[in-house]
């Protein structure tokens, strides 16, 4: 079992910058790719970025690249999302995963966190 903690969303100016956490709690990551997915109104659930606990391996679609950053402490149980230059398409509820193994699809990930809103304003 992992509980996933996100938080760190808000409205901000297109532009501007936020930096979403995910808190992990409960079996040992060592071994698991997490992932971040975001959801606007209307639309699917879209894969973001994902990041393997090691660090090794790093992934991110092709609209959030160059200006997402995705990075974990682990120390800490923490993922980090560091988004720059936010649009307002960027706009969505951001949700923190974890799987075994890699997969950029939604249904593919086991735990999932309660999400955090990211508003983008023009």
């Known amino acids: 079992q992992v509980q996933l903690v996100e938080s760190g969303g808000g409205l901000v100016q297109a532009g501007g910058s936020l930096r979403l956490s995910c808190a992990a709690f409960g079996r040992t990551l060592s071994s698991y790719f997490m992932g971040w997915f975001r959801q606007a109104p209307g639309k699917e659930r879209e894969f973001v970025a994902a990041?393997?606990?090691?660090?090794?391996?790093?992934y991110y679609a092709d609209s959030v690249k160059g200006r997402f950053t995705i990075a974990r402490d682990k120390s800490k149980n923490t993922v980090y999302l560091q988004m720059n230059s936010l649009k307002p398409e960027d706009t969505a509820a951001y949700f923190c995963?974890?799987?075994?193994?890699?997969?950029?699809?939604?249904?593919?990930?086991?735990?999932w966190g309660q999400g955090t809103q990211v508003t983008v304003s023009s």
């Open positions: 995963a974890a799987r075994p193994i890699y997969s950029d699809r939604a249904d593919d990930y086991h735990y």
């Open positions: 990041i393997s606990w090691s660090g090794g391996s790093l």
